[in-house]
């Protein structure tokens, strides 16, 4: 996609050959600054501390993150060592799981002396078929998106409401949920955003605020409780979100506040879309409630807010009683039955075990046999 008309994705090997460029998402909307990680230890604080941050893109650093590490040490404990310290950065997102057990995959079998070379390779493909898929969930979900065009009679204009952010800032490019978005832009369909806010850490209010921005597509930032009022009056023609993982029966883990968006979405007949790259899919678990695990972060997202002064200084400032306890979960669980259906790089499907084995029959045997 494109930032100041440049195109660029949302990390990068830097031209020494082995460095890795990301965008610090930390600092946007107030900057936009690039960093170079150059370690191991480098990819997994980017991780942890959400410079780079949505499913996606976390595999995908912590793939370039096992690069870094074999570059130092390319034995086997030395990749098992980097892959448990990734793996342990984020929790809930699936992806994390997938990329490790890629790279594994692929450099295991390998004599040390090719590991860095191959490993260079593989999270290159896996970063290329990451984008791939985006787009492909893009032509999907562009579907969705001329359907309910249609169905104003091309009038107006199709209100999309949106949670936290799924655009190409939490991929490799184009996004999961915000890629329909950008192709029907681009094809003259005349959409408007509703963004979440999406408190604490405000992803929609300075991440896909900003990215629609340097596309040119129109949005609306609103808080985190508007969005049931706008479905009450009929100002929002369907939802679509992300997600950071989803069962094999369709249960989706997105960002905190997801669930209270799906629950509105049905009690208004608003279609509520969840857009997926097939690595978000956890085969292994069926009732997301109980067995995704949640992860909760430190309570100083919460107490405390970040804001640029008139001056141009960004500064953070507390919002609640020093004395107030305060808990910070990252993410809930929308159950299958509130998500009108998934859109992944195959085609769109019920939220169910039929709908997903539809587009994925080769997980059928292996979950039949339980294998
Ligand atoms: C394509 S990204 C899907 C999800 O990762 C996204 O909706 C989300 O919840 C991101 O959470 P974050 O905590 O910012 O990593």
Not at 232 to 249: N, P
Not at 268 to 287: H, Q, R
Request: net charge neutral.
């Amino acid at each position: 996609m494109k930032v100041h008309g440049k195109p660029m994705r949302t990390l990068w090997v830097e031209t020494d050959g082995h460095s890795v460029g990301i965008i610090d998402q930390t600092r946007l909307p107030h900057a936009f600054a690039t960093l170079r990680l150059t370690t191991l230890d480098e990819a997994a604080h980017a991780i942890r501390s959400m410079q780079v941050r949505g499913a996606p893109l976390i595999g995908a650093t912590a793939a370039y993150g096992v690069c870094l590490a074999l570059r130092a040490d390319a034995s086997d404990g030395a990749l098992e060592r980097a892959c448990a310290l990734l793996q342990a950065t984020r929790p809930t997102a699936v992806n994390l799981r997938w990329a490790l057990d890629e790279m594994r995959r692929a450099l295991r079998p390998l004599p040390p002396s090719e590991r860095v070379a191959a490993a260079y390779r593989r999270a290159a493909a896996l970063c290329d078929e990451d984008v791939a898929i985006n787009r492909s969930i893009g032509e999907h979900g562009l579907g969705l998106i001329r359907s309910a065009w249609e169905r104003k009679g091309r009038q107006g204009r199709v209100n999309v409401l949106t949670h936290c952010n799924a655009g190409w800032l939490a991929t490799v490019d184009w996004g999961t949920a915000l890629a329909p978005l950008y192709l029907a832009h681009e094809q003259g369909i005349p959409v408007h955003v509703w963004v979440d806010e999406t408190r604490p850490r405000n992803q929609g209010a300075s991440l896909t605020a900003w990215e629609l921005g340097q596309h040119g597509v129109p949005h609306t930032v609103i808080a985190d409780n508007v969005g049931g009022h706008l479905m009450q009056h009929g100002e929002v023609d369907l939802c679509i979100v992300g997600t950071d993982r989803t069962t094999a029966r369709g249960d989706v883990a997105n960002k905190i506040g997801t669930y209270l968006k799906a629950l509105a979405a049905r009690d208004n007949g608003v279609p509520f879309y969840v857009a997926l790259p097939s690595p978000t899919i956890d085969w292994t678990l069926e009732d997301g409630v109980r067995d995704i695990p949640i992860e909760q972060r430190d309570g100083r997202e919460l107490t405390d807010i970040s804001g640029r002064l008139p001056s141009g200084e960004v500064v953070t400032v507390r919002v609640t009683p020093e004395a107030s306890p305060v808990a910070n979960y990252g993410f809930d669980v929308t159950p299958a039955r509130l998500v009108t259906a998934l859109v992944t790089e195959r085609g769109v499907c019920a939220a169910s075990t039929e709908g997903l084995l539809s587009l994925f029959p080769e997980r059928r045997p292996a979950r039949e046999t339980g294998t």
